[in-house]
């Protein structure tokens, strides 16, 4: 069974700083990797998806990458700011029985 | 505008009740799912559908029943035989086509008194 897993769970930074968050999977037999953003108490919204085809997706302050056959993404935030304080989880389709997986987050504070 | 809709935000039960959450959609997704969060996991399924009036159970399905009846709607009934049901609840959908991406409603919390 898939297993997806985010280190690390919780990360404090400072205002400005370039961060990376991590998440790493089982099972390459993937259609794509879906990075979201969790804040408290809502629904999930969702930052980029990559492709199984696809090194990397840009979206504004955000880049992440998958290395398919390492099991590994990488999700970069450029020049941090308070606003991006949230939870991040990754997730994965996977291709037998078209679920998804997902991690359990990593908690991210900014601080101004 | 687009989305998913999920109702009640909050929803308080009594022990041996049942309840139904709801989730609708107007994204003319073909897929919908229910996942079930606590505190330090990820998300676990608990169903989804594919297609109207056919679904499949999840990781978690034992406890609760779904029905697909419109394709717009996909409500979770969480049944007294959950043992434990106090948690947050996400309703998703998406496209059958497996290049697309999974939107998410906001969310409903679940909790017995």
């Known amino acids: 069974k898939q297993e997806v897993t985010q280190i690390p769970a919780a990360l404090s930074v400072p205002e400005g700083e370039n961060l990376v968050l991590n998440c790493s999977f089982t099972?390459?037999?993937?259609?794509?990797l879906q990075w979201f953003r969790q804040d408290p108490g809502k629904g999930l919204t969702s930052l980029l998806l990559?492709?199984?085809?696809?090194r990397e997706q840009t979206s504004g302050r955000l880049n992440a990458s998958l290395d398919k056959s390492s099991g590994r993404s990488t999700l970069y935030i450029a020049a941090s700011q308070p606003g991006d304080s949230a939870t991040y989880l990754c997730?994965?389709?996977?291709?037998?029985?078209?679920?998804?997986?997902f991690g359990t987050g990593t908690s991210l504070t900014v601080i101004p | 505008d687009g989305g998913i809709t999920q109702s009640p935000k909050y929803l308080f039960r009594k022990e041996g009740q049942n309840v139904t959450l709801s989730c609708e959609q107007n994204?003319?997704?073909?897929?919908m799912y229910w996942y079930r969060q606590d505190p330090g996991q990820g998300l676990r399924l608990i169903y989804y559908?594919?297609?109207?009036?056919?679904?499949q159970k999840g990781d978690i399905a034992e406890g609760y029943s779904v029905s697909r009846e419109k394709k717009e709607s996909f409500p979770l009934t969480v049944t007294s035989a959950q043992k434990n049901p106090t948690a947050f609840y996400l309703c998703?959908?998406?496209?059958?086509?497996?290049?697309?991406?999974?939107?998410f409603g906001p969310g409903t919390r679940l909790t017995v008194l």
């Open positions: 998703a959908s998406s496209f059958t086509n497996r290049d697309n991406e999974q939107f």
């Open positions: 099972d390459s037999a993937i259609y794509n």
């Open positions: 990559i492709q199984s085809s696809q």
């Open positions: 997730a994965v389709r996977q291709r037998t029985g078209n679920q998804f997986y």
């Open positions: 994204l003319n997704h073909d897929a």
């Open positions: 559908s594919q297609i109207v009036n056919d679904f």
